[in-house]
């Protein structure tokens, strides 16, 4: 069984910073693109940032020049730094990763998991 573990999330100053994480653990043969959404109360959820196997990432405008994702494929392992936070990025953040891997015998590939969310709030 897959899973993905989101770490870091909490209160912090608006222009501070905040480093988010989120391990994938489990039967996995690979990760595809890994990325991470949020979703503010009343908004629908929307992409932060993404990042491919290779490293190329793509970024909300909102968030260009101050949040950067990285990972690191040796630990199944993908990373938002969020620097100088906004009180508008005040949100539930998630992370999701395309991964292919096996349960109850089968090969699964670019099954897409969640993980269970972190608050994040930005105070002015």
């Known amino acids: 069984q897959v899973q993905m573990v989101e770490s870091g999330g909490g209160l912090v100053q608006a222009g501070g910073s905040l480093r988010l994480s989120c391990a994938a653990s489990?039967?996995?043969?690979?990760?595809?693109?890994m990325g991470w959404y949020r979703q503010a109360p009343g908004k629908q959820r929307e992409l932060v940032a993404d990042?491919?196997?290779?490293?190329?990432?793509n970024y909300a405008d909102s968030v260009k020049g101050r949040f950067t994702i990285s990972r690191d494929n040796a630990k199944n392992t993908v990373y938002l730094q969020m620097n100088s936070p906004k009180p508008e990025d005040t949100a539930v953040y998630s992370c999701?990763?395309?991964?292919?891997?096996?349960?109850?015998?089968?090969?699964?590939?670019?099954?897409?998991?969640w993980g269970q969310g972190t608050q994040v709030t930005v105070s002015s």
């Open positions: 990042i491919t196997s290779g490293g190329i990432s």
């Open positions: 489990g039967s996995i043969i690979s990760i595809n693109a």
């Open positions: 999701n990763a395309g991964l292919t891997h096996y349960s109850g015998g089968y090969l699964y590939r670019d099954d897409v998991y």
